[in-house]
């Protein structure tokens, strides 16, 4: 979090406020922080939560801290691009007019390699088609901007342990007409890598052995239920078959499989049974009101989706995975204007 605040200290643009909710963190590194932003010249507020309040809600705190018109939104182990970010970010705001929500790309602090979540910069639109078309981009939470004002306006603990609350708040503001606006700027490099120092990852965790087969509930299939709830009271009883259809659709195609055979690869096989386990149709689909026949054809888009997911070699998955990710970006993803 210091090499993190040491890069905005070191932003050409100097109009913004740092906001930390510090989630009762036992790294020991709380008073170093604060010694370091009092000596910056940054503007910041800094609030130690009297009890670890998890994800979710340590991250609507720290929205709750914010004061400016936007607040962009960084984890604590990924830090701005360049000197430049927060400058050509004002500049791209000013450019597009009132927005609600920006998303913007991300890169890898050791690989360099770029995840593209927006190919073409534009207004990508509003309502609640745009948000069931979008939400996969939430997914990440770096990166993203919200206007401060609607995202405190829709702060709620419903999601708490969904670790999405951001895709919630996202959703909620696009589905009630606030414009998305996507940037294809990166501005932002996840995962700093420094000598001597870890940040709780999937990846770092330990396999286990042995490992038996048993239904594993990875927050997935909350996404679903998550998604549909943000944009209800914005949509019309008539479009929420087919947006709950959309959004499961891209759940089952691109979500799910990445995170099978991702866990195939930091954990085993059977570990990637026990989260298809958690994914089943029963638990997906749980108070989403879908009618038979979308039940009939997504319960059959899951189950073909395990077995490849399953079988598929993770090498060849790796080599064709990056073409699906661009073939649900052009299908799903549009940008209206410039």
């Given at each position: 979090?210091?090499?993190?605040?040491?890069?905005?200290?070191?932003?050409?643009?100097?109009?913004?406020?740092v906001?930390?909710?510090?989630d009762?963190?036992?790294?020991?590194?709380?008073?170093?922080l604060?010694?370091?932003?009092?000596?910056?010249?940054l503007?910041?507020?800094?609030?130690?939560?009297?009890?670890?309040?998890?994800?979710?809600?340590?991250?609507?705190?720290?929205?709750a801290?914010?004061?400016?018109q936007?607040?962009f939104?960084?984890?604590?182990?990924?830090?701005?691009?360049?000197?430049e970010?927060?400058?050509?970010?004002?500049?791209?705001?000013?450019?597009y007019g009132?927005?609600?929500?920006?998303?913007?790309?991300?890169?890898?602090?050791a690989?360099?390699?770029?995840?593209?979540?927006?190919?073409?910069?534009?207004?990508?639109?509003?309502g609640?088609e745009?948000?069931?078309?979008?939400?996969?981009?939430?997914?990440?939470v770096?990166?993203?901007?919200?206007?401060?004002?609607k995202?405190?306006?829709?702060a709620t603990?419903?999601w708490?342990?969904?670790e999405?609350?951001?895709?919630f708040?996202?959703?909620r503001?696009?589905a009630?007409?606030?414009?998305l606006?996507?940037?294809e700027?990166?501005?932002?490099?996840?995962?700093?890598?420094?000598?001597?120092?870890?940040?709780?990852?999937h990846?770092?965790?330990p396999?286990?052995?042995p490992?038996?087969?048993?239904?594993?509930?990875?927050t997935?299939?909350?996404?679903?239920?998550?998604?549909?709830?943000?944009?209800?009271?914005h949509?019309q009883?008539?479009?929420?078959?087919k947006?709950c259809?959309r959004?499961?659709?891209q759940?089952?195609?691109?979500?799910?499989?990445?995170?099978i055979?991702?866990?195939?690869q930091v954990?085993s096989w059977?570990?990637?049974?026990g989260?298809?386990?958690?994914?089943?149709?029963?638990?997906?689909?749980?108070?989403?009101g879908?009618n038979?026949?979308?039940?009939?054809?997504?319960?059959?888009?899951?189950?073909i989706?395990?077995f490849l997911?399953?079988?598929?070699?993770?090498?060849?998955?790796?080599?064709?995975?990056?073409?699906?990710?661009?073939l649900?970006?052009?299908?799903?993803?549009?940008?209206?204007?410039h």
């Amino acid at each position: 979090m210091v090499e993190a605040c040491r890069v905005l200290s070191g932003q050409t643009y100097k109009n913004f406020e740092v906001c930390i909710s510090d989630d009762c963190s036992t790294d020991g590194r709380g008073p170093e922080l604060v010694e370091f932003l009092k000596g910056s010249g940054l503007l910041f507020v800094y609030k130690r939560q009297e009890k670890n309040s998890r994800y979710d809600a340590n991250l609507r705190a720290s929205v709750a801290l914010a004061s400016g018109q936007f607040c962009f939104l960084l984890g604590n182990d990924d830090c701005l691009a360049s000197p430049e970010t927060l400058n050509k970010l004002h500049n791209e705001l000013q450019l597009y007019g009132p927005v609600s929500v920006a998303i913007t790309n991300y890169e890898d602090f050791a690989t360099g390699k770029t995840d593209r979540r927006i190919g073409k910069t534009g207004i990508i639109g509003s309502g609640p088609e745009v948000a069931a078309n979008n939400y996969r981009n939430f997914s990440f939470v770096s990166g993203i901007l919200f206007e401060t004002a609607k995202a405190k306006e829709h702060a709620t603990g419903k999601w708490d342990g969904s670790e999405m609350y951001q895709m919630f708040v996202g959703c909620r503001m696009i589905a009630e007409g606030g414009i998305l606006l996507g940037l294809e700027t990166v501005t932002v490099r996840k995962d700093i890598q420094i000598v001597g120092e870890f940040v709780d990852s999937h990846v770092l965790k330990p396999r286990l052995h042995p490992c038996p087969i048993i239904e594993r509930r990875h927050t997935f299939h909350l996404i679903g239920r998550l998604v549909e709830d943000a944009i209800r009271p914005h949509s019309q009883p008539s479009q929420r078959q087919k947006l709950c259809g959309r959004i499961l659709l891209q759940l089952f195609l691109f979500t799910y499989p990445f995170w099978i055979v991702k866990y195939r690869q930091v954990q085993s096989w059977k570990y990637a049974v026990g989260i298809c386990l958690g994914m089943r149709p029963r638990n997906t689909f749980y108070g989403l009101g879908l009618n038979f026949l979308r039940k009939v054809w997504l319960s059959g888009l899951y189950g073909i989706v395990s077995f490849l997911s399953l079988c598929i070699p993770t090498l060849v998955f790796d080599v064709l995975y990056p073409v699906s990710y661009r073939l649900a970006k052009s299908l799903f993803i549009g940008v209206r204007s410039h």
